[in-house]
C-alpha cells in the first residue's frame, strides 16, 4: 500500500473516531509507549545455551520446523530482525538457561552478570529493557520436577542460591539499562499422580523462597514475581506453587503475582483476575499465552482474550502497575513470525484499548445498560485498520502483511543454512 494511501485511510479513521470521542493521537501516544516484553525462548524452543539439549519441568515444545536459534548470535540475530517488523516499546525477556559461559565452568548457583554481558552489550547497542526468569528446569540438580520444594536440602541449596544470583544478576541490567528488570519465579514442583503429602512440599517452597528473597536487593529495580500454574505435563495431580499457593505468597510477602493465561482451568480466564489481584498487590506480571485444550503455549492470535486482557489494564488505567510478557512456544511454523505474530497481536489489542470510546462506560455508570452494549457493539466496527497501518507506517515498521515476504526471504537466506 502507498504512503498516500495509508495517510488519506488515516485521516478518514481518525475523523471517524473523533465523532466517537476518541483523540486517535493520543491513543496511539499512549499504546506506543506500553512496554511488551518479547520472550527470548519463541527462538530456540526454550532449550537455552547452558548446557541442555532437551526441554523439562512439565512444559513441551511441538513441531519441528527448520532454523531453529542454536547459537547465542543466532538467537540475536533472529530477535534483530524480528524487531524490524514489531512496533512499539519493545524489552527482552531472558531466561538464566540463556547464560553464555563461554567454556568457564561455571554453574547456575554461581552465575554473575558476566555469563549475560553479551546480552547486556547487545540490549545497550539495540535500546531495548530486559526482563529475567530464573531456570527452575532442564537441569541435572533437578530433583524429577522438584526444585526449592525438594526434600532435599542440597538440591534446595542450590536452587536457593540461584534465585538470589537472579536477583543480583537483574538488578546489574536496571542499572545498566535505566529500567526495571522484572523477575518471574516459575517452579514447576509437583508430581504426577496424587501425593499423599501436599502441605511438606509448601513449607519447604516457602522457607526457600523467603531465603532467596531475604538479601537486600533493590526491588524497585529487579521487583520479583511468582508465577502459578494448575498443572503440568507429567505433574498433573499437584502442583505445590499453584494459584492460592503463589497468590498467597506474593500477597503476604509484597512480591508480584504472575498471571499466564495457560495456567489456570479451562474456562478461567486471566482477564477476570487482574483487578482482584490488584486489590491487593501493587503490581502484577502477565505472560500473555494461548492454551489450546491445555497449557500448549500456542502464538497468540488476537482473539476476544487478548483484547480483554488489554482493556483491563488500559481502560483501568493500570499501565504503571502490569507488566506485560508474551509467553509461548511454537516450533511448527517459523519461529520469527511467531515473535512478529504475537507481538504485534499484542500491541494491536493495546492500541485498540486506547481507541476503546470512553461513552461505553459511562453509559453504564449512567445506569443504561442498553447504550453500553449498542457502544459495546459499535466499537467493534471502528475503522481500526487505518490506524494500525498510519502507526507501523509512522514507526517504519512493515504495514499489513509486508513483513511475510522479508521473513521468507530470511528463511531462505539465513535459516535454511543452518
Ligand atoms: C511454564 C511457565 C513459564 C515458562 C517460561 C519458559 O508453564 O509458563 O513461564 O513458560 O518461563
Ligand atoms: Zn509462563
Not at 149 to 175: L, M, N, P, Q
Not at 178 to 187: R, T, V
Not at 387 to 411: F, H, I, P, Q, T
Request: hydrophobic share 40%; charged share 25%.
Amino acid at each position: 500500500m502507498n504512503e498516500t494511501k495509508i495517510l488519506n485511510a488515516y485521516q478518514a479513521a481518525k475523523d471517524q473516531y473523533a465523532a466517537a470521542g476518541v483523540d486517535v493521537e493520543a491513543a496511539l501516544a499512549r499504546a506506543n509507549a506500553i512496554p511488551v516484553s518479547m520472550h527470548c525462548w519463541q527462538g530456540d524452543d526454550v532449550i537455552g545455551f547452558d548446557g541442555s539439549d532437551e526441554l523439562s519441568g512439565g512444559i513441551a515444545t511441538t513441531g519441528d520446523y527448520p532454523g531453529r536459534a542454536r547459537t547465542p548470535g543466532e538467537l540475536r540475530q533472529d530477535i534483530d530482525f524480528a524487531r524490524t517488523m514489531i512496533p512499539g516499546a519493545t524489552k527482552l525477556n531472558l531466561h538464566a538457561s540463556y547464560a553464555e559461559k563461554h567454556g568457564k565452568k561455571i554453574d547456575r548457583d554461581a552465575y554473575t552478570i558476566d555469563e549475560f554481558r553479551d546480552w547486556l552489550d547487545w540490549a545497550k547497542a539495540g535500546n531495548i529493557g530486559l526482563d529475567f526468569n530464573p531456570t527452575y528446569f532442564s537441569h541435572p540438580r533437578m530433583d524429577g520436577n522438584f526444585s526449592l520444594s525438594s526434600y532435599d536440602e542440597g538440591t534446595r541449596r542450590f536452587w536457593i542460591e540461584h534465585g538470589i544470583r537472579c536477583r543480583e544478576i537483574a538488578v546489574e541490567f536496571a542499572k545498566a539499562l535505566g529500567q526495571p528488570c522484572a523477575i518471574n519465579y516459575w517452579m514447576p514442583d509437583g508430581y504426577k499422580d496424587v501425593c499423599a503429602d501436599t502441605k511438606r512440599h509448601r513449607d519447604l517452597m516457602t522457607q526457600s523462597l523467603d531465603a532467596i528473597f531475604a538479601p537486600d536487593i533493590d526491588e524497585t529495580l529487579a521487583p520479583c514475581s511468582i508465577e502459578s500454574k494448575v498443572f503440568g505435563i507429567g505433574v498433573e495431580s499437584y502442583t505445590v506453587a499453584s494459584h492460592e499457593y503463589s497468590y498467597g505468597y506474593a500477597i503476604q510477602n509484597r512480591k508480584l503475582y504472575t498471571l499466564d493465561s495457560g495456567h489456570f482451568h479451562p474456562t478461567e480466564v486471566i482477564s477476570a483476575k487482574l483487578t482482584a489481584c490488584l486489590q491487593f498487590l501493587d503490581k502484577v506480571l502477565l505472560h500473555v499465552s494461548r492454551p489450546v485444550r491445555w497449557d500448549s503455549d500456542h502464538v497468540i492470535i488476537w482473539d476476544d482474550e487478548l483484547q480483554k486482557i488489554m482493556d483491563e489494564i488500559i481502560c483501568n488505567g493500570l499501565e504503571s502497575r502490569v507488566f506485560i510478557g508474551l509467553d509461548y512456544f511454537d516450533a511448527s511454523i517459523n519461529r520469527i513470525a511467531c515473535w512478529a505474530i504475537g507481538m504485534r497481536n499484542a500491541r494491536k489489542a493495546i492500541l485498540s484499548a486506547c481507541l476503546a470510546p470512553a461513552s461505553i462506560r459511562q453509559a453504564e455508570y449512567d445506569g443504561d445498560w442498553t447504550t453500553r452494549l449498542a457502544l459495546q457493539e459499535e466499537r467493534k466496527t471502528l475503522p481500526f485498520g487505518p490506524v494500525w497501518d498510519y502507526y507501523c507506517l509512522k514507526n517504519e515498521v512493515d504495514v499489513g502483511s509486508a513483513w511475510l515476504d522479508r521473513v521468507k526471504g530470511y528463511e531462505k537466506d539465513v535459516l535454511s543454512q543452518r
